[in-house]
């Protein structure tokens, strides 16, 4: 059975980081692209982050350029997501998803086939 497990998530303060990390069990991924999605309430989940199989491309929604990177250890089967200057508009659940069929970054939600099941972010102000 293929699972995403996210965990790092959590309440902190604006201008605070966090790091999560997604790490995938019943199957490799060191071929695949990974992404990370957050969803607030009432919105639509959104494309976040995404990195290419060898983790030397990388591709950011504009609002986090700067702020996040994405990484990977893919001897760990694992994807990371290190958020810094946290706002409160980066409030959401956030989501690690895998494109099987992909070794670039790519921004669309439904080209991912592999989703796990989601981490808590909540920035206070």
């Known amino acids: 059975q293929v699972q995403l497990v996210e965990s790092g998530g959590g309440l902190v303060q604006a201008g605070d980081s966090l790091r999560l990390s997604c790490a995938a069990s019943g199957r490799t991924f060191s071929s695949s692209a990974m992404g990370w999605f957050r969803q607030a309430p009432g919105k639509e989940r959104e494309f976040v982050a995404a990195?290419?199989?060898?983790?030397?491309?990388?591709d950011y929604i504009d609002s986090v350029k700067g702020r996040f990177t994405i990484s990977r250890d893919n001897a760990k089967n694992t994807v990371y997501l290190q958020m810094n200057s946290l706002k409160p508009e980066d409030t959401a659940v956030y989501y690690c998803a895998a494109a099987s069929v992909s070794r670039r970054p790519i921004p669309r939600l439904d080209e991912y086939d592999y989703w796990g099941q989601g981490t808590q972010v909540t920035v206070s102000s």
């Open positions: 990195i290419s199989w060898s983790g030397r491309t990388t």
